[in-house]
């Protein structure tokens, strides 16, 4: 015959990290640089975003992801905004599209009401002059 037969090699004695368990090591950590620095930078990012979102309130400056940049007039829903663009053009947009926010607006008052001129003048007055009652004992 002209051709030799040929047989198979014994698998060697590699010990606990030669086998299959070796040849997975560079998989592996192929897997833990792809986490530390894609999957968990983009988790962080996704995170601060819906945090974003979530405290998006009437009256913010937003910029859409379509670059158009306007006010918060009312948060309809959980994730719908009313949005006006220009004096009196007001859409609705989703809150998802929301890329940033440009300025935020004063936090509401903690009464929730709102006060008008002579709630404030009533209180500067009230400031100004000393109770009725009251007397200095040193």
Do not use: W
Request: include cysteine; charge should be positive; hydrophobic fraction near 40%.
């Amino acid at each position: 015959m002209f051709i030799s037969p040929a047989y198979a090699q014994a698998a060697g004695g590699e010990g606990f990290l030669g086998g299959g368990l070796a040849s997975l090591l560079p998989l592996v950590l192929i897997f833990v640089v792809f986490y530390f620095l894609l999957i968990r930078p983009q988790q962080k990012k996704a995170k601060t975003h819906r945090e974003m979102i979530r405290n998006v309130r009437r009256g913010d400056n937003i910029l859409t992801q379509g670059g158009i940049i306007g006010r918060v007039t009312k948060v309809l829903e959980a994730d719908r905004l009313m949005v006006e663009i220009a004096d009196g053009v007001r859409v609705k947009c989703s809150a998802s599209s929301v890329q940033d926010v440009l300025d935020r607006s004063a936090p509401a008052p903690v009464g929730g009401g709102r006060k008008d001129k002579r709630d404030k003048e009533k209180g500067k007055a009230a400031a100004a002059k000393p109770e009725a009652g009251a007397s200095d004992k040193s």
